[in-house]
């Protein structure tokens, strides 16, 4: 079978053939981790261990270049973790001047915060840790 012109080929054609033209971008972009905003930083890391410091919540900003504002989250990960370098696994909210962890037991933390930006993230539970919110 010839090959048809561009301009004789179908709506449905020329739109399988713009899927395959992409497909390599898109590709090398989950491939290499890169993003179309930059690469995303945590700084300010504040660690707060449980009581029985099996676990720790970080409390830290997270930054993802110029177009997108910082926001505060909140991870917990087990005691002797590393600052966490992802995106928070248990609170996240736009830029606010106060978010406080802290644990009422061991196995329980209460994050209290201004709710002055929007959630985006408000985990109950996180592996054996529930966690309760406060909007001060």
Same mark, same amino acid.
């Not at 606010?96 to 802290?102: L, S």
């Given at each position: 079978? *010839?090959?048809?012109?561009?301009? !004789?080929?179908?709506v449905? +054609?020329r $739109? #399988? @053939?713009?899927?395959?033209?992409?497909? =390599?971008?898109?590709?090398?972009?989950?491939?290499?981790?890169?993003?179309?905003?930059?690469?995303?930083e945590?700084?300010?890391?504040?660690r707060?261990p449980?009581?029985?410091?099996r676990?720790?919540?970080?409390?830290?900003? *997270?930054?993802?270049?110029?177009? !997108?504002?910082?926001?505060? +989250?909140? $991870? #917990? @990960?087990p005691?002797?973790?590393?600052? =966490?370098?992802e995106?928070?696994?248990?609170?996240?909210?736009?830029?606010?001047?106060?978010?406080?962890?802290?644990?009422?037991?061991?196995?329980?933390?209460?994050?209290?915060?201004?709710?002055?930006?929007?959630?985006f993230?408000?985990e109950?539970?996180?592996?054996?840790?529930?966690?309760?919110?406060r909007?001060?």
């Amino acid at each position: 079978q *010839r090959a048809r012109p561009l301009n !004789t080929m179908s709506v449905r +054609q020329r $739109s #399988v @053939l713009r899927i395959y033209a992409l497909l =390599p971008l898109a590709c090398a972009l989950l491939s290499t981790g890169c993003s179309l905003t930059g690469p995303c930083e945590n700084s300010q890391a504040v660690r707060i261990p449980s009581p029985d410091e099996r676990f720790a919540a970080w409390v830290f900003i *997270r930054g993802c270049g110029a177009t !997108t504002a910082d926001s505060v +989250q909140v $991870s #917990v @990960l087990p005691g002797s973790s590393d600052p =966490p370098r992802e995106a928070g696994n248990t609170f996240i909210i736009e830029q606010t001047p106060t978010v406080i962890a802290e644990w009422l037991a061991p196995g329980q933390l209460l994050v209290s915060y201004q709710p002055t930006g929007r959630v985006f993230k408000q985990e109950a539970q996180v592996g054996e840790v529930a966690v309760s919110y406060r909007a001060q």
